[in-house]
């Protein structure tokens, strides 16, 4: 069974910092790019950062910057280290693994970013 489980959301004032990980399980990990998404209330779901499986970064205009991605492969895991964090930021945010063409999606985790 293929689980994606993210953690580490929550609550921060604008100008704050969280980091948001995604524990994997059920999958070669090491085999599959892994990104996160997120999505705003009432929102489409936007494309955030991706890794690639040789550590390739790509990053959305909106938080190229503020926000790095990494994987640690022994521990089945990819983070999300934000900061600099905007009201904007705000959504539920997701991490998606792919190997095309199968990919799998986590629940999501709540950031939400407030004074």
């Known amino acids: 069974q293929v689980q994606l489980v993210e953690s580490g959301g929550g609550w921060v004032q604008p100008g704050g910092s969280l980091r948001l990980s995604c524990a994997v399980s059920?999958?070669?990990?090491?085999?599959?790019?892994m990104a996160w998404y997120r999505q705003a209330p009432g929102k489409q779901r936007e494309w955030v950062a991706e890794?690639?499986?040789?550590?390739?970064?790509n990053y959305a205009d909106s938080v190229k910057g503020r926000f790095t991605i990494s994987r640690e492969n022994a521990k089945n895991t990819v983070y999300l280290q934000m900061n600099s964090l905007k009201p904007e930021d705000t959504a539920v945010y997701s991490c998606?693994?792919?190997?095309?063409?199968?990919?799998?999606w986590g629940q999501g985790t709540q950031v939400t970013v407030s004074s």
């Open positions: 890794i690639t499986i040789t550590r390739n970064t």
């Open positions: 998606n693994a792919r190997l095309a063409p199968t990919e799998y």
């Open positions: 059920g999958i070669a990990f090491r085999l599959y790019t």
